[in-house]
């Protein structure tokens, strides 16, 4: 699903934030990308999701060189892919299922059908009864698992997230990663940036660290099962496919 090959990205003034990267993330893969602040989680985040292009080397995303995306075609690459933000980047003045809708009305998708994708994807969130309160309302987790909704609305086959529970507690932190579990589980990939490898190591996920900007120990970690599932919502993920 994802390929760099050799990939570096130089900001203006010199700073090299990635440099020489390569590394690939399966089709259907739930990987975590680690490494301390300023490593280039954000950096490699942004570069799939095509808010950077890089200085040199080659980005694929199902098979799409990001190179070759023109301009004016972003929004249309970008509706293959779902973002979680640390900082929900919710608006404030709408509801929930507003925020949630958001993507849909970019995208032309009809009154009626943007409904009905809004109500699946608030219910496999757990929120569905929350979606005329405005988001200022809601706890931490709930803004968190809005962003999470808005994200997958639009049914993507991949999805990154940036520090998604960087401002959550551990309780908290782990009902957002079981959010993403489930998504994996039909089929979803997800690359998640975290620097909370306790929880990490909880879910048994492959973990891609990086290290100024270079990637450091590749591996995958034995799987653990020590958490307890989240029940699926009534008719499971079926609606939301």
Same mark, same amino acid.
Request: contains cysteine.
């Given at each position: #699903?994802?390929?760099?090959?050799?990939?570096?990205?130089?900001?203006?003034?010199?700073?090299?934030?990635?440099?020489?990267?390569? #590394?690939?993330?399966?089709?259907?893969? #739930?990987?975590?990308?680690?490494?301390?602040?300023?490593?280039?989680?954000?950096?490699?985040?942004?570069?799939?999701?095509?808010?950077?292009?890089?200085?040199?080397?080659?980005?694929?995303?199902?098979?799409?060189?990001?190179?070759?995306?023109?301009?004016?075609?972003?929004p249309k690459y970008r509706r293959q892919i779902g973002m979680v933000f640390q900082d929900?980047?919710?608006?404030?003045?709408?509801?929930?299922?507003?925020?949630?809708?958001?993507?849909?009305?970019?995208?032309?998708?009809?009154?009626?059908?943007?409904?009905?994708?809004?109500?699946?994807?608030?219910?496999?969130?757990?929120?569905?009864?929350?979606?005329?309160?405005?988001?200022?309302?809601?706890?931490?987790?709930?803004?968190?698992?809005?962003?999470?909704?808005?994200?997958?609305?639009?049914?993507?086959?991949?999805?990154?997230?940036?520090?998604?529970?960087?401002?959550?507690?551990?309780?908290?932190?782990?009902?957002? #990663?079981?959010?993403?579990?489930?998504?994996?589980?039909?089929?979803?990939?997800?690359?998640?940036?975290?620097?909370?490898?306790?929880?990490?190591?909880?879910?048994?996920?492959?973990?891609?660290?990086?290290?100024?900007?270079?990637?450091?120990?590749?591996?995958?970690?034995?799987?653990?099962?020590?958490?307890?599932?989240?029940?699926?919502?009534?008719?499971?993920?079926?609606?939301?496919?």
């Amino acid at each position: #699903m994802i390929q760099l090959n050799n990939v570096t990205k130089q900001y203006p003034g010199g700073q090299e934030a990635l440099s020489g990267l390569t #590394m690939s993330i399966d089709k259907g893969e #739930m990987a975590f990308v680690t490494g301390h602040s300023g490593a280039g989680k954000s950096t490699l985040l942004k570069l799939i999701a095509l808010i950077e292009r890089p200085t040199s080397g080659q980005v694929l995303v199902d098979g799409q060189n990001t190179r070759r995306v023109r301009r004016r075609k972003i929004p249309k690459y970008r509706r293959q892919i779902g973002m979680v933000f640390q900082d929900h980047k919710l608006l404030y003045d709408r509801p929930v299922a507003d925020n949630v809708a958001l993507p849909l009305i970019i995208a032309g998708v009809g009154h009626k059908e943007a409904s009905r994708r809004v109500r699946a994807a608030l219910d496999q969130v757990g929120l569905l009864r929350k979606e005329k309160r405005n988001p200022q309302t809601l706890s931490a987790g709930e803004q968190q698992r809005v962003g999470i909704a808005r994200a997958i609305v639009t049914r993507p086959k991949l999805l990154i997230a940036d520090e998604p529970t960087g401002n959550l507690d551990p309780d908290l932190s782990l009902e957002v #990663m079981r959010i993403f579990r489930r998504f994996n589980e039909v089929g979803v990939t997800l690359l998640i940036a975290s620097h909370d490898i306790a929880l990490i190591d909880k879910l048994g996920c492959r973990r891609i660290e990086l290290e100024e900007g270079r990637l450091q120990q590749p591996g995958h970690d034995e799987f653990v099962e020590d958490y307890t599932e989240v029940p699926l919502p009534q008719g499971g993920l079926d609606q939301w496919r």
